[in-house]
Each structure stands twice: as structure tokens, then as C-alpha cells.
């Protein structure tokens, strides 16, 4: 059973070697990788040559820059293999992490899908493992067991781990999803939602020694988290239609369109308390999901929430 492992990179020639020697370094013997070189500029294409003469398992596939589920696309068309590895080229895989998974599809023939446990590292110490991603060894990822409305259920109140964690089973219900490349972040949740509606099983795989380890770079924080509720809110959005258009029972549909939209709610006033209230383009993200008389409300709740902030 050969697993496809799929790398999309831009500009992270930096990064690739460890990530590919992750990927030489599974116990795992039948698997394939294919780079996604979605416009690299740097030095990947030399050290892709260079990984490429050691295994001829490596494939590499180069295009103009197109963004990153273009480039996850792009290798789900070009994959051979029964299973689907997703892996982003900053980050590593455990030594073990596919063949662990891959016996617990054997113990559990009707899992579509297997993920396992995620650590976090900085990139200046990359030995020293994390559970969580700001670094505090929090447990932040839900286990989540089963299909429908129980994975549902879970995926509506946030996404549930990396996209490296999962290995997935290719068939009928998963072959058919891609990435949405019209979405702005998230693009792995969308993913595993689309992969819940369509019936998948997931299962989680405790086994210490099947792991992903996810590199945290030293980025604008406070930017990239307000991205990320943008992102959040557009998503929110779409799985309101989603949940109404599924085969879920009234009640348990019900329910979830309930929490989806309490989220939503909840998500804008906490944007508006404590985001950048003067600036003109969060507003603009912000007022198409109020409207002018709660963007007003909010905006003066906003006011004395930050002052209250700032005098304590």
C-alpha cells in the first residue's frame, strides 16, 4: 500500500532539507513525495536535485506561484499512491508516524482517517517539543472519534489539528476533495469538514511514536490572529449553508446551525473588543457580518473595553 506524500513549498529552500529527511527517514519503505513547487525563487530547486539523486522515490512538480491549495491540488492530481500524506515543507514527521498509522488502518479497516499527535517547536530549538503552538505546553486539539454528527460537532466548534497530522484513505469518499483556493486561510478545515460531510471516519492514533512536529516561526502574531478570525468568519458562513444543504437529521442540524452561529457571534464582538478599532479595513471585514447599528454598538463597546484595558 503505497502512501502519496505531498509537499507544497514557496520560497522555503531554508527549511526543505529537514522536512525531506523526515520523509528519508520513515520506516515505512512504500511511499512517494511530490514536491509542489508553487514559484520558488530561492535555492529549492537545487536542493530538490540534490534529495532527488539520493531517492528516486522524490518527484518535483514546478509551477508559477498559484497559492498554496493550488499547489496541494496540483499533487493530488499527480499522486499515485492508496494514501494521502499532507505535509508543508517547514515542518517534520516522526520516524515511525506512517507506519504506526498505517497498521492502525490495517487494525481498523473502515477508519478513513487516521491522525496522531502534534508538537510544536521553535525554529532556533528545534529539540525542544511543544503541545501547543504559542509554546506554553497547553493541550489545545480535541480527540475526536467517529463520523457525521459527531465529527460535526467537533469540526464546527474549531478545526481539529494540523494538516500534517492525518494519514487519509483514498476511496470514494475522499478522492473527490480539494482545497478551496477562493478562501483566504483555513483551507485544511474546509478540507475536513467537506471530508465529515461526505461520511469519513476518523479515528486518532495515541501510539507516542506516530507524530507531526510543526515549526513556529517568529511572525506578527497579533496580525496573523486577525487574519485568521477574517478567515474564520468567511468559513462560519459557509458551513451555515453547508449544515442546511446536509443529510443530518433536523434536530441534530438544528443544533449545529445554533452553535455555528453562537460562534460566529461570539467571534465578531470579541473582534471588535479587542481589535484595531480605527482602522478602516477591519471594520470593512467586520461590518458585513453586523451590519451598521451592532457595528456601532460594538465599536462603543470596543471603546471602553480597550480604555478599561489600558487604565488596569
Known sequence: MKVSIIIPTH??????ADCLDSVLNQTYPDWEAWIIDDGSTDSTYDLVRKYKSLDERINYHFQL??????ARNKGLELIEGDFIQFLDADDKLSNEKITRQIRHFQENPKVDISYCRTYF???ENPNKKFRDFRLQNKDIFPVMEGQGFEVLSVLTNANFNVVSSPLIRKSHKTESIRFKETVRNSEDWYYWLECAFKGCQFSFLPNPEASTHIRVHADSMSQQ?????????????????QLNLSGLGPKEKELLVLKNQYLKEKLVKHSMLTGPLWSFSHLKEIYPHLGLTKLLQYHKEGRKHQKKALIN
Do not use: I, K, P
Request: charged fraction near 10%; charge should be negative.
Open 65 to 70: 506561484n498559484q497559492g498554496l491549495s493550488n
Open 225 to 241: 490572529t486577525f487574519n485568521m478570525y477574517y478567515g474564520e468568519l468567511q468559513l462560519r458562513d459557509w458551513l451555515f449553508n
Open 11 to 16: 520560497n522555503y529552500g531554508a527549511f526543505l
Open 121 to 123: 517547536f521553535e525554529h
